[in-house]
């Protein structure tokens, strides 16, 4: 079983419409937990921290649920330019080689 | 600042070849890693370091050397290449008062 798991999609879904990921990961003992953005041969970039109360960045919520051992990610109100592939990170702070990643969901907004 | 740079952008070797790529910061941060990238696999950490003349493994170490001999620079050997060390390789540091992590560009290497 993969340490962090994610639904690779594709998410294909028309511009204004909220979209939901989710991402599962196996290691109860984890701390810190990520949101990246992926675009087409790019690099990963950070789109988010993910706290235990949950948080939001604009458009963007994520939130944290230990007991399930999972975080999600919504979007609302989907632009193009959100088109990616998102990936989430767990890690086992300050342990500096622990940080795994998921393989990643991807997401087409179409107009 | 230029961040996290990597060289060369694009690579193609032959099975048995070697090849050094290298990995530079202006961040000033301790932890930097390597990883490669492969269609539905995610990252997966090849070595990291936390700090000059440091270096460990990750999860897939294996045909692989590094080494940090500046706090700049992070470099990823491959000894004798094969084809199964085809894939995108990115080079990262962390900010530690964060975890955030901030990737070069990555380096495409294709082994025939």
């Known amino acids: 079983r993969k340490e962090v798991e994610q639904d690779p999609g594709p998410f294909n879904v028309p511009e204004g419409a909220t979209v939901a990921f989710n991402c599962t990961y196996s290691n109860s003992a984890s701390q810190s937990f990520f949101w990246y953005r992926q675009d087409c041969r790019k690099e990963p970039k950070l789109l988010m921290s993910?706290?235990?109360s949950g948080n939001e960045d604009g458009r963007f919520t994520a939130q944290l649920n230990r007991a399930s051992q999972y975080i999600s990610l919504l979007i609302r109100d989907s632009k193009l330019s959100d088109s990616a592939t998102y990936l989430c990170?767990?890690?086992?702070?300050?342990?500096?080689?622990?940080?795994?990643f998921g393989a990643g969901t991807r997401l087409t907004v179409k107009p | 600042n230029a961040g996290v740079t990597q060289t060369p952008k694009f690579r193609v070797l032959k099975t048995g070849q070697s090849m050094t790529l290298l990995c530079a910061q202006d961040?000033?941060?301790?932890?930097m890693y390597w990883y490669r990238q492969d269609p539905g696999m995610g990252l997966r950490l090849i070595h990291y370091s936390v700090g000059e003349g440091t270096t460990a493994k990750g999860e897939v170490p294996d045909g692989y050397n590094v080494s940090r001999l500046k706090k700049q620079n992070f470099l990823l050997g491959l000894e004798s290449a094969a084809p199964s060390q085809t894939s995108v390789y990115f080079c990262?540091?962390?900010?530690?008062?964060?975890?955030?992590?901030?990737f070069g560009p990555g380096t495409r290497l294709t082994v025939l």
């Open positions: 990170v767990v890690t086992k702070s300050p342990i500096a080689g622990d940080m795994r």
């Open positions: 961040m000033n941060h301790e932890y």
């Open positions: 990262a540091n962390r900010d530690p008062n964060t975890d955030t992590q901030y």
């Open positions: 993910v706290y235990s």
